[in-house]
């Protein structure tokens, strides 16, 4: 996960809560690498290590070339039901915090 990106769910993270979503990153780093991040980056939302890429795999957002995720936001209901997905092909297409606050509030 860009570090740019991270930065960005941090600032965001109390609205992101204030519409009552609960935000959880993943990465394909090993789980010592994804819990400095946390540590070094001061983030208060989990960032949770997927290391043999199972669960990007069960998404369907393994890149086919670089072997890590594409970068990707899913926001599944409190049944767990995806009710909106964004997966790009590439690090510099990424959802706006706005798009991503619109999906949100479309939801209340």
Request: include cysteine; glycine fraction near 2%.
């Amino acid at each position: 996960m860009c570090l740019q990106q991270l930065g960005e769910l941090q600032a965001n993270y109390n609205k992101i809560k204030s519409l009552n979503a609960e935000l959880i990153a993943l990465s394909a780093d090993p789980q010592e690498m994804a819990r400095q991040t946390v540590r070094e980056l001061n983030l208060m939302f989990p960032v949770l290590s997927d290391s043999y890429r199972t669960r990007i795999r069960a998404y369907d957002v393994l890149h086919p070339q670089e072997g890590i995720a594409r970068p990707s936001v899913f926001i599944v209901d409190k049944e767990g039901k995806i009710r909106w997905q964004y997966i790009s092909m590439s690090a510099a297409d990424r959802p706006s915090m706005m798009t991503i606050f619109d999906q949100l509030e479309a939801l209340q």
